[in-house]
C-alpha cells in the first residue's frame, strides 16, 4: 500500500491542477427558476477541455491508484488536521479501503469510481488537503 502511495503522492500535483481547473471552468451558473437551464449547464460541463483533461488523467492511473486517489479525497474530506498526527497511515488507509470496498490488486470500475470522483465540484480541495494529511503522516 505505501508504494502505490508514494507514486500517487508524486502525482497527485498535477491532478489537482486539473481538478481544481474543472472546477473554476464549470461552475454552474443559472437561473434558479429555470430547472432546463440547470440541466443544460450540467451537461454541458462534463464536454468541456478541462474535465476531459482530468478524466484523461484519471484514465491513465492503475486501478490500484484510482483507489488510492479516491481514499485520499475522502481522508481530505472527513479528517482532521488537529490530532492527525496522532493516527496511523496504514490503519487510515485500511479503514477508507474497507468503507469503499477496495482490495488493492482487484479491479473496479474504473467508470464509475473516475465519475464519484470528478463529480465532485470540490474535488481540487479535498485532493489537496488530503494530500497535505496523509504527507504529514509519511514524514
Not at 103 to 130: P, W
Amino acid at each position: 500500500m505505501i508504494q502505490t502511495l508514494s507514486n500517487v503522492i508524486n502525482k497527485m500535483p498535477n491532478i489537482i491542477r486539473l481538478a481544481k481547473e474543472n472546477s473554476k471552468n464549470n461552475a454552474i451558473d443559472f437561473d434558479s427558476n429555470d430547472s432546463d437551464s440547470l440541466i443544460k449547464a450540467y451537461k454541458s460541463s462534463f464536454n468541456s477541455k478541462s474535465n476531459s483533461e482530468l478524466l484523461n488523467r484519471f484514465s491513465n492511473l492503475s486501478d490500484d491508484e484510482i483507489m488510492v486517489v479516491q481514499a485520499i479525497m475522502y481522508i481530505g474530506r472527513d479528517e482532521l488536521e488537529d490530532g492527525i498526527e496522532n493516527k496511523d497511515l496504514s490503519v487510515l488507509m485500511d479503514s477508507y479501503f474497507e468503507e469503499l470496498g477496495f482490495e488493492l490488486g482487484k479491479s473496479i470500475n474504473r467508470d464509475v469510481e473516475i465519475r464519484q470522483m470528478t463529480g465532485k465540484g470540490v474535488l481540487g480541495e479535498y485532493l489537496e488537503r488530503g494530500t497535505r494529511l496523509v504527507n504529514m503522516l509519511l514524514n
